[in-house]
């Protein structure tokens, strides 16, 4: 019987792919890179993959100015790839052992038109992307943000599905906008810090300005609701209603430390972050309980401790059921009820 053979890096390993990704790799080093991605396709597929996460990490910290996608062109040209469609369900190990990277899976197709790189992020992970014009972007748990491999012309985008929090470079002459993925509405800015909450399955779209100004605006809308700091718009998809609040921007960006604050939140929107940061769905018995509210603080905490805490606190029973079958595309359902 046959076994395939075990994926293993060339000697002496990682810093020689790192040496070969930026350059400075000796002739012979270059040799045993290019001999290994020749005796399998899954090499060649690993390093392109790696130097797609190589350049990404190295523009956000170096190179602001440069082209993201500069690095993963120049791998592609010279292994002779042609098909650009990467998937990483799980990132590569080689990637994962040297960046600390987990739980992220990255698209990228080009098309002739444009180079189009998608970001996902899985249950219960966070992470964060550098655009190509030196933008950074974190992402919440579930979250998958669309954003072109270069900006060209005289707008810079991206479509969000999930939670994202921006720090967009400034930019005069280049405007941001932010589309949801159901593309009902638009946050556009030119420099500024802000956090967008654009679950697809959720009914409520909101957004929280932490500095600068953003304007949101409506599918079919002309007109734009300028939003000030420390303000936050929620958009009801379902009434296609707009409201502005005033809030604490640090409360609804404490996930980007791994924070869950709850202050006097109503039940169903703490639960309703709690099962998009953990991929869960909540199943209520008692309607009683989506009067209640929620206060507790959270850091980097198991689902199970936090629910815990909810059934000390609040006097409320909960059970955890797992979707039958291996292969079953269900999430795992949390049954509260009343003690």
């Known amino acids: 019987m046959k076994t395939e053979e075990k994926y293993e890096l060339p000697s002496p390993g990682h810093d020689v792919l790192l040496k070969y990704l930026n350059g400075t790799a000796t002739s012979d080093e270059c040799l045993s890179v290019d001999e290994w991605c020749g005796k399998d396709e899954k090499?060649?597929?690993?390093?392109?993959?790696?130097?797609?996460?190589?350049?990404?990490?190295?523009?956000?910290?170096?190179?602001?100015?440069?082209?993201?996608?500069?690095?993963?062109?120049k791998v592609q040209r010279r292994i002779k790839g042609k098909t650009v469609r990467i998937m990483l369900q799980r990132v590569a190990v080689a990637a994962s052992l040297i960046f600390g990277i987990f739980g992220i899976?990255?698209?990228?197709?080009?098309?002739?038109?444009?180079?189009?790189?998608?970001?996902?992020?899985?249950?219960?992970?966070?992470?964060?992307?550098?655009?190509?014009d030196g933008t950074a972007v974190h992402l919440n748990a579930n979250t998958k943000l669309v954003y072109p491999a270069a900006y060209r012309g005289k707008e810079r985008w991206v479509v969000l599905s999930g939670e994202a929090y921006f720090d967009v470079i400034h930019d005069k002459s280049k405007s941001f906008t932010v589309k949801t993925e159901d593309e009902k509405i638009n946050i556009r800015v030119l420099g500024t810090k802000f956090n967008v909450q654009a679950y697809s399955r959720d009914s409520l779209i909101q957004a929280t300005l932490v500095e600068g100004s953003i304007s949101v605006s409506l599918k079919g809308d002309n007109n734009s609701l300028l939003m000030k700091p420390m303000e936050q718009a929620s958009f009801n998809t379902i009434s296609n209603k707009i409201t502005v609040r005033p809030v604490d921007p640090g409360i609804n960006t404490a996930w980007?430390?791994?924070?869950?604050?709850?202050?006097?939140?109503?039940?169903?929107?703490?639960?309703?972050?709690?099962?998009?940061?953990?991929?869960?769905?909540?199943?209520?018995k008692d309607d009683l309980i989506r009067d209640y509210s929620f206060t507790g603080i959270f850091e980097n905490k198991p689902l199970s401790q936090i629910l815990d805490y909810l059934e000390a606190s609040s006097g409320i029973n909960y059970e955890i059921v797992q979707p039958s079958g291996l292969t079953s595309e269900k999430k795992p359902m949390v049954i509260l009820e009343k003690q």
């Open 105 to 132: 899976a990255i698209l990228l197709t080009e098309t002739r038109q444009e180079s189009l790189i998608t970001v996902h992020t899985g249950a219960g992970m966070r992470s964060e992307t550098t655009l190509p």
């Open 256 to 284: 980007l430390t791994g924070k869950f604050i709850f202050k006097d939140t109503p039940m169903s929107d703490a639960l309703r972050q709690l099962s998009n940061y953990y991929s869960v769905d909540f199943d209520i």
């Open 43 to 73: 090499n060649e597929r690993e390093l392109m993959q790696l130097a797609l996460l190589y350049d990404v990490r190295k523009t956000r910290h170096h190179m602001r100015n440069r082209d993201s996608y500069a690095a993963y062109k």
